[in-house]
């Protein structure tokens, strides 16, 4: 009966004492053996699930230490292990690993066991060789390292010359993109740090001067200001931070005062850059007007002697309360019935307003003399003038505007007034009669932000004073 090591012509084995053939790993004479399923002992390359062995060709047994395989050099820890990637010992000093395990090249070891190159070092491994004036950079296998005067490799973040490199673990310099942990950097093609603005794949980036580390949020360089989001990428265009919007120049300047975007105006503070929007603001020393979505509403113009900015003021103070909305409407045609709403009652409470008298309420808390329009008997279907009902008959307001020399512009449709992009906010819309029959008419204002947009605030029978679309094309 064998036992120890078999040879039984084709295959190699490994048995006990007893005689009885071993499976997997089995230890004989001091050397480990690893055994296939058929008792047959393994040889070359070998994976356990976890690590890579090397069980020798001819001997079957598994290295450890130094070894040398298919021409290349490797090292195995003590357990036979293959140690991948990294500095592993290598006889006296230390040897640079492939993600493979195969030896880079070998290098001596100080006493802190820092890898050591000598001037003109050569590898005994690759047979690789450098000219190596210390201190000074060299390329192994496609990686720089920097050997101090001493001769030791550089780990970490040093100083060369007037620039920053960073070493990984492995004493290889690194390139590119970094993170410390905390921070990002830019290490450029040559290992050094970037600071300052850096174009890198199409997209700027702001590296601190005097760090080096990636600036994110509001960067201030030399009173421009500029804005980086989370990853460091500089913005453009518009931006919503903090609760406001701000527009970044193609250069990703931030703008400030006027900016004339998309065919509007819109103001940004001179300070800090926030657009205006839901409010009269004070721009370059004139007071105008921005809506929700900071869009400026031109306040040029007059009518009665009231600016339209007094007018937008005065409408807009009640945009948002139930002064007029609500208010009902009433179709006396008197000015003791047509000029009440809700916020401003008559003495005995009554309340109501036609579309002329809710016109006539607003100019004239403007400021507005109404006794121009009251003595407008022109341009009605009347013969002799409009009629009973003084500054609350729509058609006086349309003589006075013909009369006076306004600018009347005159359409078709409701479609085509607001094609035409010449509606501005608070202008007077009259609805003139199509219908031969009918003396009916209305107006109110134009309320839209833009010339486009169909809102008109009015005081109509059934809905009362309100702000709506124009309900159609027609007078009534």
């Known amino acids: 009966m064998a036992t120890g090591l078999v040879d039984d012509g084709s295959n190699l084995y490994v048995t006990d004492a007893s005689g009885a053939m071993r499976i997997g790993w089995a230890q004989f004479d001091g050397a480990w053996y690893h055994a296939a399923g058929s008792g047959a002992l393994d040889a070359g390359w070998y994976w356990d699930g976890s690590s890579w062995y090397w069980l020798d060709l001819e001997t079957r047994a598994m290295a450890t230490g130094e070894f040398e395989a298919y021409g290349d050099h490797y090292y195995a820890l003590g357990n036979g292990a293959i140690q991948m990637s990294g500095w592993a010992p290598y006889g006296e000093g230390l040897a640079l690993l492939k993600s493979n395990g195969a030896v880079i090249f070998v290098a001596g070891k100080n006493a802190s066991g820092a890898p050591v190159v000598q001037s003109g070092a050569q590898s005994t491994v690759r047979g690789d060789s450098w000219e190596q004036a210390l201190p000074g950079f060299f390329s192994v296998d496609g990686r720089m390292f920097y050997a101090n005067p001493d001769g030791a490799l550089q780990m970490g973040w040093t100083c060369i010359g007037d620039s920053y490199y960073f070493f990984d673990s492995d004493y290889a310099m690194q390139t590119g993109w970094y993170w410390d942990g905390s921070s990002w950097y830019y290490l450029d093609p040559d290992g050094s740090m970037a600071t300052g603005w850096r174009a890198i794949s199409g997209s700027w980036y702001c590296l601190d001067s005097q760090t080096g580390s990636m600036r994110t949020g509001w960067v201030n360089d030399n009173g421009t200001w500029y804005f980086t989001?989370?990853?460091?990428?500089?913005?453009?265009?518009?931006?919503?931070?903090?609760?406001?919007?701000?527009?970044?120049?193609?250069?990703?300047?931030?703008?400030?005062?006027?900016?004339?975007?998309?065919?509007?105006?819109?103001?940004?503070?001179?300070?800090?850059?926030?657009?205006?929007?839901?409010?009269?603001?004070?721009?370059d020393g004139t007071r105008s007007w921005f809506n929700a979505s900071g869009v400026w509403v031109d306040a040029s113009g007059s009518v009665l002697g009231v600016s339209r900015q007094r007018l937008l003021e005065q409408l807009i103070s009640h945009e948002n309360d139930s002064y007029y909305f609500g208010t009902r409407y009433d179709t006396s045609l008197t000015p003791a019935n047509c000029t009440y709403p809700n916020g401003e009652p008559r003495s005995d409470g009554f309340t109501g307003m036609n579309c002329g008298g809710f016109v006539s309420h607003v100019y004239a808390k403007a400021g507005g003399d109404l006794s121009k329009i009251a003595n407008n008997q022109s341009n009605s279907p009347w013969l002799g003038g409009p009629g009973r009902g003084s500054f609350c008959n729509a058609y006086r307001w349309y003589g006075y505007a013909i009369d006076s020399g306004a600018t009347v512009l005159q359409f078709n449709s409701v479609s085509e007034l607001l094609a035409s992009g010449e509606a501005r906010k608070g202008d007077l819309v009259f609805f003139y009669p199509f219908n031969p029959y009918s003396t009916d008419c209305h107006i109110g204002f134009f309320w839209g932000d833009t010339p486009y947009e169909n809102r008109f605030w009015h005081s109509f029978g059934g809905m009362g004073n309100s702000i709506s679309g124009f309900v159609s094309d027609g007078p009534s």
Not at 265 to 279: F, K, V
């Open 229 to 283: 989001n989370s990853s460091g990428v500089m913005q453009t265009g518009w931006l919503s931070w903090g609760g406001a919007w701000y527009y970044l120049g193609s250069s990703g300047a931030m703008q400030t005062g006027w900016l004339y975007y998309d065919s509007v105006w819109y103001w940004l503070d001179e300070a800090t850059g926030r657009m205006a929007s839901s409010g009269w603001y004070d721009c």
